[in-house]
């Protein structure tokens, strides 16, 4: 791992100046160096400061994940035995995987989300869940192992209908039980409160305005977009899940935006969206989606970092799995 530690480092500098590019790993690192660099990533690093240390973490484990094809990945999914499921989190991307859920579980169970703050986890692609100081919530949440987490949800949004942003097990054990899901379609063995363009939905203190937009030129109107403003008790932050919506014309919110979290690579003009409604933050998203082949449709921390470096705003964010952000808005303010 060595011999390309120097240009990375070179390349953090380029990074920290908005003109950032990871190459691709010379080799594969070992499995200490794989393991130490994933606990580093989510523990010891954050998206917002693109440090050497974030660098050199995010280049070791984008050699991991650009070896595990789409073909493992489904497989992994399929798989039902304990035994072999627990044999392959033990090492490569599902080890990855495990530890940054085991981390999110541990987290959203044991985190007092302190008045005026919220605390936002990035489990996989775009599946995040958030923790208010009076309500935990998730967005296209989407694990192997996702009904371990449904007893502390109080409801999950869903923005479109594609196996990435929603899975069987989350919509199954909602309904069992008799939680929340919001979704514009309907899903077999579900229970969904169905939403319109346009609409408002009330939970508790934490108002949702809902869109409906294209996901490309051929699919249109098939996206939500959920604008939440997760109440009083945070300073009343808003959080805008674009979900897979392409048009950026189509993203209309209401409230002053928090935190944006945007495909970074479905042809959403990501800076048109910052430039009309100027959110404070960007977590770009959709990265390292493994049903995807590796060559196609699997956006990279290095496509994340060139993008970035290409976008007008202070405080654009790439999260890894795992990570939490425990957001205060006096603090950026």
């Given amino acids: ?11 953090a500098v380029s990074a920290v100046t908005a003109s950032a590019q990871i190459v691709k790993p010379l080799d594969m690192p070992s499995e200490k160096e794989y393991r130490k660099a994933v606990k580093t990533i989510m523990y010891k690093t954050n998206g917002h400061d693109i440090t050497p240390e974030r660098m050199e973490v995010m280049e070791t484990t984008q050699a991991v994940l650009n070896r595990f094809t789409n073909k493992e990945w489904n497989a992994f999914l399929k798989e039902s035995d304990p035994v072999k499921v627990a044999e392959a989190e033990r090492t490569g991307v599902p080890y990855f995987l495990r530890k940054s859920f085991d981390k999110v579980k541990k987290e959203v169970r044991t985190t007092k989300v302190k008045e005026g703050t919220v605390a936002v986890w990035l489990l996989y692609n775009m599946g995040y869940i958030v923790k208010t100081p ?17 007893d502390m949800i109080d409801f999950v949004m869903i923005t479109h209908a594609h196996g990435d942003h929603k899975t069987q097990n989350v919509v199954e054990g909602m309904t069992k039980r008799n939680k929340p899901i919001f979704a ?4 077999k063995g579900a229970n969904v409160t169905k939403i319109t363009d346009g609409g408002v939905i009330e939970m508790g203190d934490i108002t949702i305005r809902t869109t409906i937009g294209d996901h490309n030129k051929k699919w249109h109107l098939d996206v939500t977009s959920y604008e939440i403003d997760c109440g009083p008790k ?9 979900g897979d919506s392409y048009n950026y014309k189509q993203l209309n919110p209401q409230k002053k935006v928090d935190i944006f979290m945007p495909h970074m690579a479905v042809g959403l003009k990501i800076q048109k969206a910052i430039d009309k409604f100027q959110p404070r ?5 959709h990265l390292q989606e493994l049903g995807h082949a590796v060559e196609k449709w699997r956006w990279t921390f290095h496509d994340a970092l060139k993008l970035k470096s290409t976008l007008t705003h202070d405080h654009v964010w790439i999260p890894c799995w795992g990570e939490k952000v425990v957001y205060n808005r006096a603090d950026w303010e």
Avoid: G, Q
């Fill in 1 to 11: 791992m060595r011999k390309f530690f120097v240009s990375l480092l070179v390349l």
């Fill in 134 to 150: 009076t309500s935990t919530f998730a967005i296209d949440l989407y694990s192997k192992h996702a009904d371990e987490l449904l």
């Fill in 184 to 187: 514009s379609f309907d899903i």
């Fill in 234 to 242: 945070t300073n009343n932050t808003v959080i805008y899940h674009t």
């Fill in 281 to 285: 933050h960007v977590f770009l998203s």
